[in-house]
């Protein structure tokens, strides 16, 4: 069993566990990563494997099917995902959350993948 | 002694190739290995489809050489500079022509393999660092793979160096040639690397460069897909650049509009008649998994299938006495049929067993379902139930398939789902989310137990292909009206109305195929399109 994990994945799930502890509406790329690899290692000492989808086609893919959730941005010299002003955790999770295998889930809302993302 | 060797191209005539690319590049082993990697997955649906990377390599270099020829002349005309633009015409046309050497078999279906553990860019950006010699390159690589170049690209650039070294006489070289292969611009301000930047632009961006132009014209070419005829040396010739806060970039001069409008139409139009046609998206989805199976029986700790080594004359040697060299498709075919047989290899081959699509194109799918949801809510309901469904199958490797193990595990994840502790909202939409799945394979199980069929269907997603295109990108390229003082400049997106077109509307889309009943020896007939559509609608909606 493998399991792929998408760039939208990453910076949705990312995004909603920062504003569930009303932190901050943008990720660094490295952040993003930096989750996904957590939730890698999460999932492989669970027994499962698990890859990362990641390119600069793959995120100018993200930018173009999901415009209305998230916008390229860059905070302090860094780029990164910004969440759009109108939407909000409640639409994430309707919108990233639902088809995501169980253990998948699990793994993105770890203890430990979320102190990745300094929150 | 001539100086070129002529190629005879059915699109744009003769091809006039420097005798020393036809000897020391064409000519060798690692250049006509592309012979062997076909260009596209379109062959299915358009059987004359199986035009391969070489030609498409030529026909980048000549387009190559028809950007060098205008854009220096613009430069010239507009800044007056004392680089050597002829020069770096040259490499750029070297980049042309070697763009692809490093392209994975099967194209794109293979080139994830390509990757480190975990898919992470590192060893193969370092690779490359290593093989430039400039360690100041890596200041614009990417710390990101979110933001890296497609995995094929940067072997490309690998290969070129490496196999062609010859053709550079300083590391800048080498780091001008792999930066327009990949895309990676000059960070730092200087006229001469915003000059290099619109060459690298014109070999890999978001918008109209000659990698794209090619494959759009000779892909209509080669299937006989009609659609709008692209007037590429007209576009080409009203190439120029236009100085924007304060740096130079691509634009166009106004001549090429309606060549611009056509270039967004052919775009368009392969890409919702073809890329994502059922047929040629099914073609893809059993390739990946295949090569998926492939890698992973032959991998073997450091030793991987899709590598530097195995696209190398000398190649590798693997377990079980394996030796594989100028990795191609051939390969893979031979593994495939040979050494590693399993049902997708049966299906790759026996074309007849392949699951079937219910409904081909968007058009037939609305004309299924129109009478029973003309849109609105119950029409939203059903897409977004179908939408989940093949979400959650394409993002893992063994339940792609709707079959009984699929519901089994979706029966378990469920009960689990309900005692394990989680915030509420995530709770309720994923058991929402659950249920709508399970709507969904229980509908089609009881189609298929009802129809004698096997339970055994898949659905897969329009948006799996990515072109690379960025229509936002586009939109802010620039045309030149030339004026009495000088040049008024406007963007495309402001002044071409195709451009407006929405890209997502199709990546969206869904496709439900089955598998029909074994020894069919007749056409269509073990199941009726319409009754399965509407019985899945009637099943999940209500």
């Not at chain 2, 997955?41 to 000549?62: D, E, I, T």
């Not at chain 2, 650039?157 to 000059?186: H, M, N, P, W």
């Not at chain 2, 998926?292 to 006495?321: A, H, R, T, V």
């Not at chain 2, 005692?419 to 994923?430: F, G, I, N, P």
Request: hydrophobic share 40%; net charge negative.
């Amino acid at each position: 069993m493998c399991f792929y994990i998408g760039i939208e994945d990453l910076a949705a799930n990312a995004m909603i566990e920062m504003l569930k502890k009303g932190v901050r509406r943008f990720l660094t790329y490295n952040e993003i990563e930096m989750y996904g690899a957590e939730v890698v290692q999460i999932l492989r000492e669970n027994g499962e494997k698990a890859v990362l989808i990641l390119s600069r086609e793959n995120t100018d893919a993200l930018f173009r099917n999901y415009s209305e959730f998230f916008e390229e941005s860059e905070q302090n010299g860094k780029r990164g995902i910004k969440l759009k002003e109108n939407k909000e955790v409640e639409d994430l999770i309707q919108q990233f959350r639902g088809y995501l295998a169980l253990d998948v889930l699990l793994a993105f809302m770890n203890q430990r993948s979320v102190q990745v993302l300094g929150a | 002694m001539k100086n070129y060797k002529r190629v005879k191209d059915p699109i744009y005539g003769y091809i006039k190739i420097p005798v020393t690319y036809m000897t020391n590049i064409v000519d060798t082993s690692v250049f006509q290995r592309l012979r062997r990697v076909i260009q596209t997955s379109y062959s299915p649906l358009y059987s004359s489809a199986v035009h391969n990377r070489f030609v498409h390599s030529m026909g980048v270099f000549y387009l190559g050489e028809l950007t060098v020829n205008q854009l220096i002349k613009e430069v010239r005309k507009k800044i007056n500079l004392s680089m050597d633009l002829e020069g770096i015409g040259e490499l750029f046309k070297l980049a042309c022509l070697l763009h692809d050497v490093g392209h994975a078999p099967f194209s794109h279906t293979g080139e994830g393999f390509y990757l480190g553990k975990d898919h992470n860019y590192t060893q193969l950006h370092n690779k490359l660092i290593e093989t430039i010699g400039n360690e100041n390159f890596s200041k614009d690589i990417p710390q990101d793979s979110s933001s890296a170049a497609a995995p094929h690209e940067i072997m490309s650039a690998i290969i070129g160096i490496l196999e062609f070294g010859l053709f550079f006489d300083s590391v800048d070289q080498k780091e001008f040639f792999a930066r327009c292969i990949t895309g990676y611009k000059y960070s730092e301000g200087t006229i001469e690397n915003n000059i290099k930047n619109c060459f690298i632009s014109m070999l890999n961006s978001k918008v109209i460069d000659v990698d794209k132009l090619d494959y759009l014209i000779r892909d209509a070419y080669i299937t006989g897909f009609d659609t709008v005829n692209i007037d590429f040396e007209r576009l080409l010739s009203s190439l120029t650049i236009s100085k924007e806060n304060g740096k130079y970039k691509i634009a166009y001069y106004k001549n090429a509009i309606s060549v611009i409008e056509n270039v967004v139409y052919a775009h368009d139009a392969e890409r919702k008649w073809i890329q994502t046609h059922p047929v040629v998206l099914y073609e893809a989805y059993i390739l990946q998994h295949i090569i998926g199976y492939l890698s992973e029986k032959i991998d073997d700790n450091d030793k991987k299938l899709f590598s530097l080594e195995s696209l190398s004359k000398k190649g590798q040697q693997f377990k079980n006495g394996l030796s594989i060299s100028l990795l191609c498709d051939d390969d893979i075919i031979y593994l495939m049929k040979n050494s590693f047989y399993s049902q997708l290899s049966e299906e790759f081959f026996e074309r007849r067993i392949r699951r079937h699509p219910v409904w081909k194109s968007e058009a037939e799918y609305k004309a299924f379902v129109l009478d029973m949801a003309s849109g609105g809510s119950l029409l939203e309901k059903f897409e977004q139930a179908m939408s989940v469904t093949a979400k959650y199958l394409i993002k893992s490797t063994d339940s792609w398939v709707i079959d009984d193990s699929l519901i089994a595990k979706l029966e378990k994840e469920k009960e689990i789902l309900i005692t394990t502790d989680m915030d509420l909202e995530t709770k309720r939409v994923q058991l929402e989310n659950k249920e709508m799945i399970l709507k969904v394979v229980h509908s089609l199980e009881s189609y298929a137990n009802e129809k004698d069929i096997s339970c055994n269907f898949v659905i897969l997603m329009a948006s799996q292909f990515n072109s690379g295109f960025g229509k936002p990108d586009f939109s802010a390229t620039n045309i030149a009206f030339q004026t009495k003082d000088g040049e008024k400049i406007a963007a495309v997106g402001n002044i071409v109305s195709a451009i407006e077109a929405k890209e997502r509307d199709r990546d969206n889309f869904f496709y439900l195929f089955y598998k029909r009943k074994d020894n069919l020896n007749i056409d269509n007939d073990d199941i009726d399109n319409q009754e399965i559509c509407k019985k899945l609608f009637k099943d999940v909606v209500f």
